[in-house]
């Protein structure tokens, strides 16, 4: 820095070199996040600490790069755990990626604030898809996944059948009480620390995602879906609060502890816990360890038939993305029904086409995994279709939170609904 | 450290440049005398840290009180709307608010005693002369060059179930809780960790105060018969007012502003029994996006703070009257 | 981070300012205010462990695989490196995240705002502590009135603030702050504690210097650079380290700031091993690797450190 006497001078002069000295240090950095200029496509996903699913991705981009010359897609990799806040800092300074994914109920709320672009021209290859892995909202498709994940009761036959408990079917799954008296004898057995583990020691979207359909297999909801305009009555309703109560008396009554390991699928595996409520993607872990004993159960009928949670990671491109054909471009080649099917396989989960699920090992009809394709046609339920959501999500994680931990389930449910109410009402409705 | 000898080598050739320019005719020959142009330099070399701070301190402060009035979001197609104290009114409606009011105000009224009185203890025992007591100043100051989400981390691992503290307290007999996971420990467990990690800070300061006061005072109350708990009484308690007073202040407005640790070990859980208002503005506002409710948030936030505070001074100030 | 706040300072503290210099903690001729006994040499130790073993725990599990580090908790085992230690979590580490890329923008950043802190603060420091203006009690007043507000509460605001500036750079004028190394830099810059403790340093060195340097002809901004500042090595230290620590501390700042990984310092690096596989190996290695730069420095510049704390407080 070269400093001349005069005061002037000096206050000119440090400003002077206090903005190259930043901008030399900007500019390295400054081309990762611009939309797709000079053709190429920067593109965002949240698996930096995923690498089988990161892996896949890679391929198809790497593809991609090879089959045309026009475009070149460049990924880079954030950890999940503060994705979702990238991409919001993101998009406030309009410095979005063209191409990105999405947690599947986060797509309302970003197409709403104006981040994602509808799909064009892709209407005929994603009717093929399954509903729950396409992401809409007001009548537009903005993304699609490759996989969609079921939701399911993993144990094993051995198990069930030393305590004498009927093993359940998609028709015939457990009812509330078979279900309770089941892991009450597993409890009474004193053979496992966890009669069931459901994984609470996972953060983040697993609470609404996994714990919602709980809810809803009650009666209750996480909002009215009836125009989305307040969560009174669904949320806080008498259903919901039955629901609350039977959740914390899992724990009071010892079937569930409050707190799960770090791995509850490591803590099934070596025998702490006799069912494991969890994804699809803990089925390669468990048969490996039981094989053919290994069972994945529909959840049980609480009174409103089975619900598992639909809808996972999805991939669409920005509203402030300067190459709108290329990004568009990139999606249809990514959409083909090998890469459905090579994703899905990587990472153990449920493929979005049934020509895909055709090519992955044990989906195809009869295999061992056409129950978790059964599942998901079956009893998924979207999230809620509306921009409040990741609002209610965070809502709910905390609510559910505080009810496991022995809050007062009433009051607890009521705050809740207050909150949400005053947020769908804060952002006019979102209409 | 390097950036001190380049600071030091720079105003040396500075100096030397200085020099030769003296010889030169021109403005900075005449001395500065007149009270206009001195301040007129006095105003130009604030200059560069006012604007700095007007930018980025004043500017958002008075951005909090405007935007507290209004709906205003993160992100949002629709523009923000004056909306008067609604989001006053539903601040005081929420349960939240009042759990972690009532938090912030336990964790800082029980680790503002604490905390110093403890490093105050670790002051006195390393403030003697003996060989390898800079390794013990060393030691107990680790901590505080850790930064606290590594801090938060390791503690995290250790507050576990079968973590290694409650390992050490069954080598005792003792079955720990589970920490963290427990309303009733969880922010003991907050404030253990915290007071742990900064005690190192306040033992320096602390140690600062004790050394000036003069030896001789001692050997005087040495003379009159004084024992060790006299003299601490009588020389070095009163010797340390000013000290008391700067640990009481710093101390306080940091545990107000209790935020990384919760944010990384229990985001504010279990049951809302580690929830700081620093926590939940920072989660309303980034997380959920409602930068307006998390402006009032802060506003209330920054009353509390500026309440204490003059509190603070008005008891230290009778007191050293 | 308790090194970023400070107190709100009233002028009856300034007053004791005069004798700043004598930061240095010597041990007492005679260790009668301190405790000496074989009773204290105990209570030392056992505090030696309270105060070190987590961090060498730290250590030492960073070399060891999960189920050994588990297993190792029940045993002094805990605290040795033994049994099978390699450095696998190390390699693990650099696969799971760009960790030179992360550890260049913590230095750049760091550098860059601690050499900017120790200028554009001790300027105004002497500003208001050498050439008295009308007002300047008053701005000072304002300046330390700033310190009780937590940089926490600020930071939605200013992010939402950053986002409208505009900003001179090699692309031309551009708008928005966000995700880049200035946003990092230029708002913690300006920190009226630093400026606070140029002040009381400056204030104690005899005024009697500028007046002769005045009848040599000098002018304030030379009395400043070859007077004041090359007599002031220990303020620049002190200001130099406590600007150090929290910003190379820095976490929820970049981490709602800055998204590009070739933007992001080493703090927020830790994201990437709270996931679903969490191990706990790999984040001791990281939580080590991004501890050991700074512990290194102040084993080194241990007295430095030491002191810039102590002078930071007021004496009596």
């Known amino acids: 820095m070269k400093l001349t006497p005069t005061p002037k001078r000096i206050a000119v002069g440090l400003l002077a070199a206090a903005l190259p000295l930043s901008m030399a240090a900007c500019t390295k950095g400054g081309s990762s996040s611009s939309g797709g200029a000079g053709g190429e496509l920067t593109m965002w996903t949240h698996n930096a600490g995923n690498k089988a699913e990161l892996a896949a991705i890679q391929q198809i981009v790497t593809d991609y790069n090879a089959s045309q010359s026009k475009y070149k897609v460049k990924v880079q990799a954030f950890p999940q755990d503060s994705y979702n806040q990238s991409v919001v800092a993101a998009a406030a300074s309009k410095k979005l990626p063209c191409i990105l994914d999405i947690d599947g109920p986060n797509v309302p709320n970003w197409a709403w604030a104006g981040y994602l672009a509808p799909l064009e021209g892709l209407d005929d290859t994603l009717s093929k898809y399954l509903p729950t892995v396409l992401g809409k909202y007001d009548n537009k498709t903005y993304s699609y996944g490759y996989y969609d994940v079921a939701l399911v009761m993993v144990t094993r036959k051995t198990i069930l059948d030393k305590y004498g408990i009927r093993v359940p079917t998609v028709e015939q799954p457990w009812t509330k009480d078979e279900f309770t008296a089941a892991l009450k004898k597993l409890k009474a057995s004193g053979d496992f620390q966890n009669p069931l583990d459901i994984a609470t020691s996972f953060t983040g979207e697993w609470w609404p995602y996994a714990y919602s359909p709980m809810l809803q297999s009650f009666g209750g909801d996480l909002v009215n879906r009836d125009g989305y305009k307040t969560a009174d009555g669904a949320l806080n309703g008498p259903k919901a609060v039955e629901w609350a109560k039977w959740f914390r008396g899992l724990v009071t009554d010892g079937l569930v502890p409050l707190k799960s390991g770090a791995d509850p699928a490591k803590d099934f595996i070596n025998g702490k816990s006799a069912i494991l409520y969890n994804g699809t993607w803990t089925a390669v872990d468990t048969r490996k360890a039981f094989g053919k004993d290994t069972l994945f159960l529909p959840p049980p009928d609480l009174g409103n038939g089975p619900k598992i949670g639909g809808g996972s990671w999805q991939w669409g491109i920005s509203q402030n993305c300067s190459d709108q054909a290329g990004a568009l471009d990139y999606m249809k080649f990514a959409a083909q029904d090998k890469y459905v099917a090579s994703v899905a396989r990587d990472t153990n989960n449920i493929p979005a086409t049934d020509a895909a699920a055709a090519q992955v090992k044990g989906y195809e009809k009869g295999g061992e995994n056409q129950v978790f394709l059964d599942y998901a046609k079956k009893f998924a339920v979207l999230r809620p279709v509306t921009p409040g959501y990741p609002f209610i999500a965070t809502e709910f994680t905390k609510t559910a939170q505080d009810i496991l931990n022995g809050a007062d389930p009433k009051q607890a449910l009521d705050q809740a609904v207050k909150d949400i109410d005053a947020n769908q009402k804060s952002n006019g409705y979102f209409q | 450290m390097t950036t001190i000898t380049s600071a030091e080598s720079a105003s040396a050739t500075r100096r030397g440049r200085a020099a030769r320019r003296g010889d030169k005719p021109g403005s900075t020959r005449t001395p500065v005398k007149g009270s206009r142009s001195s301040t007129t330099t006095a105003l130009l070399m604030l200059a560069p840290a006012g604007v700095l701070l007007i930018t980025f301190l004043l500017v958002p402060i008075g951005l909090t009180f405007g935007l507290a009035f209004t709906n205003a979001r993160l992100i949002s197609p629709r523009p923000a709307e004056f909306i008067g104290v609604d989001n006053f009114v539903r601040l005081f409606e929420d349960d939240t608010f009042w759990a972690s009011l009532r938090n912030t105000v336990i964790f800082a009224a029980i680790i503002v005693p604490v905390q110093s009185a403890c490093a105050l203890g670790l002051a006195l025992l390393v403030n003697v002369k003996m060989r390898g007591v800079n390794f013990f100043r060393t030691i107990y100051f680790l901590p505080v060059v850790t930064s606290m989400v590594v801090v938060s981390m390791l503690w995290l691992f250790m507050y576990q179930k079968n973590g290694l503290i409650n390992q050490v307290l069954l080598k005792f007999g003792i079955e720990g809780p589970d920490w963290l996971g427990d309303p009733k420990t969880a922010l003991l467990a907050i404030i253990l960790m915290s007071a742990w990690q900064a005690m190192g800070f306040h033992m320096v300061i602390w140690l600062s105060g004790l050394q000036t006061i003069p030896g001789d005072l001692y050997e005087a109350a040495e003379l009159d018969g004084a024992g060790t708990w006299e003299k601490f009484r009588y020389v070095t308690w009163p010797g340390l007012r000013a000290t008391r007073t700067f640990i009481l202040i710093t101390i306080t407005i940091s545990a107000f502003a209790l935020f990384t640790q919760v944010n990384i070990m229990t985001q504010g859980g279990p049951l809302d029994s580690t929830s700081t208002v620093v926590l939940m503005a920072v989660r309303t506002g980034f997380q959920q996006q409602q930068t307006g409710y998390a402006s009032a948030i802060s506003l209330v936030f920054f009353v509390l703070v500026l309440a204490v505070t003059l509190v603070n001074r008005r008891l230290t100030r009778d007191k050293d009257a | 981070m308790s090194t970023a706040t400070a ?134 007043g304002l300046i330390l009135a700033t310190l009780i507000v937590p940089f926490e509460t600020l930071a939605l605001p200013l992010l939402w603030w950053v986002n409208k500036l505009p900003f001179l750079g090699p692309d031309g004028l551009t708008e928005g702050w966000l995700d880049t190394y200035q946003v990092q830099i230029i708002p913690f810059i300006a920190n009226a504690f630093s400026i606070f403790l140029f002040y009381q340093y400056f204030d104690s060195i005899p005024k009697e210097l500028d007046e002769a340097a005045k009848v040599d002809g000098a002018g304030w901004f030379r009395i400043y650079r070859s007077i004041v500042m090359p007599l002031s090595g220990p303020a620049i230290a002190t200001v130099a380290i406590l600007t150090f620590l929290p910003t190379w501390n820095q976490y929820l700042w970049p981490l709602m700031s800055v998204q590009s990984e070739e933007l992001r310092p080493v703090m927020v690096g830790i994201d990437y091993f709270k996931q679903l596989n969490t191990s706990w190996g790999q984040i001791m290695a990281y939580a080590s690797m991004i501890t050991a730069p700074v512990l290194v420095l102040f084993i080194a510049f241990q007295r430095s450190f030491i002191n810039s704390i102590a002078s930071s407080g007021v004496k009596g």
């Open chain 3, 7 to 140: 107190p709100g300072l009233g002028a009856d503290h300034l007053a004791h300012v005069a004798d700043s210099t004598a930061t240095t903690p010597r041990g007492t001729t005679d260790g009668r205010h301190g405790i000496r006994k074989p009773l204290a040499l105990v209570g030392r130790l056992v505090l030696c462990l309270v105060f070190g073993l987590p961090l060498l725990f730290m250590f030492v599990s960073s070399f060891k695989p999960d189920l050994q580090i588990f297993g190792d908790l029940g045993s002094w085992k805990a605290f040795l490196p033994v049994g099978d230690v390699s450095l696998d979590n190390y390699t693990g580490v650099f696969g799971r995240v760009p960790f030179a890329q992360f550890m260049t923008n913590s230095v750049v950043i760091t550098v860059v705002t601690v050499v900017l802190g120790v200028v554009v603060n001790s300027m105004a420091a002497f500003a208001l502590a050498r050439i008295k203006f009308r007002g300047s009690g008053l701005v000072l």
